[in-house]
C-alpha cells in the first residue's frame, strides 16, 4: 500500500507537467508563426516602402516634365473661360478693327462639328468678309486677335487686292470642347 500512496499525486504531478509541456509546445509553436509573420511583413513593408520610393521619384519627374505644361496652361487659363462664345469672337473682330482703323464689313457666326481624337466635337466659329485696310494693318488685327482667342485657328484666310488697300475675308474657329465648363488646370 505504500507504494500505492505516491500513485495519485505522481500521475497528478504527470498530468500537471503534461499540462504545461502543451501549453509550452502551443506557446512555442504560436511564437514560431508569428515570428514567420512578423519577417513576411517586414519583407512586404519593405517592398512597399521601395514601392512607394519609385513611385515618389516617377512622381517627381513627372511633375518636372509636366511643369512647363502646366505653366503654359495657367498663363492662358483666364483666356479659355466658358463664357467666351462666337458672339464675343465676333465682337472682338469689330473692336479690334476699329482699334486699329480696319473695317469689318459683313460678318457671322455659327457652331459647327468637328472629329477631334475620333470623337465629334462642337466648334464655335466666326467669319468676316469684306475687311478692308493695308497690309501691315491686317496682319497687326490678325495678330491681336491671335492674342485674344489663344485657342482660334484661322480656317480661311483670303486676300484680295482692291485698289490702294486690301480686302481680307476670314473664317476664324474656336474649339468649345477644350473649355466648356471646365478649367484646364485643375487636376
Known amino acids: 500500500m505504500e507504494s500505492n500512496r505516491y500513485l495519485l499525486p505522481s500521475v497528478i504531478l504527470l498530468c ?6 502543451f501549453a509550452v509546445f502551443k506557446s512555442h509553436k504560436s511564437l514560431t ?3 514567420a509573420s512578423l519577417d513576411q511583413n517586414k519583407e512586404k513593408a519593405v517592398a512597399i516602402e521601395n514601392s512607394l520610393k519609385i513611385k515618389s521619384l516617377t512622381l517627381d519627374s513627372m511633375k518636372k516634365a509636366s511643369s512647363p505644361a502646366n505653366t503654359f496652361i495657367a498663363a492662358w487659363n483666364s483666356a479659355l473661360g466658358a463664357e467666351r462664345d462666337e458672339t464675343a469672337m465676333l465682337t472682338d473682330l469689330t473692336r479690334l478693327g476699329t482699334e486699329s482703323t480696319i473695317s469689318v464689313q459683313n460678318r457671322k457666326s455659327g457652331i459647327s462639328d468637328y472629329s477631334w481624337r475620333g470623337k465629334p466635337q462642337r466648334v464655335r466659329f466666326a467669319e468676316a468678309t469684306g ?5 501691315y ?9 491671335e492674342r485674344a482667342w489663344p485657342l482660334s485657328r484661322f480656317e480661311q484666310i483670303a486676300l484680295e487686292q ?8 476670314l473664317k476664324i474657329s474656336y474649339p468649345t470642347f477644350l473649355t466648356d465648363g471646365k478649367s484646364l488646370s485643375s487636376p
Request: overall charge neutral; aromatic content about 10%.
Open 137 to 145: 494693318r491686317l496682319m497687326n488685327w490678325l495678330g491681336e486677335m
Open 131 to 135: 475687311v478692308s485696310s493695308e497690309y
Open 33 to 35: 508563426l508569428a515570428t
Open 162 to 169: 482692291k485698289g490702294q488697300s486690301l480686302q481680307l475675308a
Open 16 to 21: 500537471v507537467v503534461c499540462i504545461f509541456a
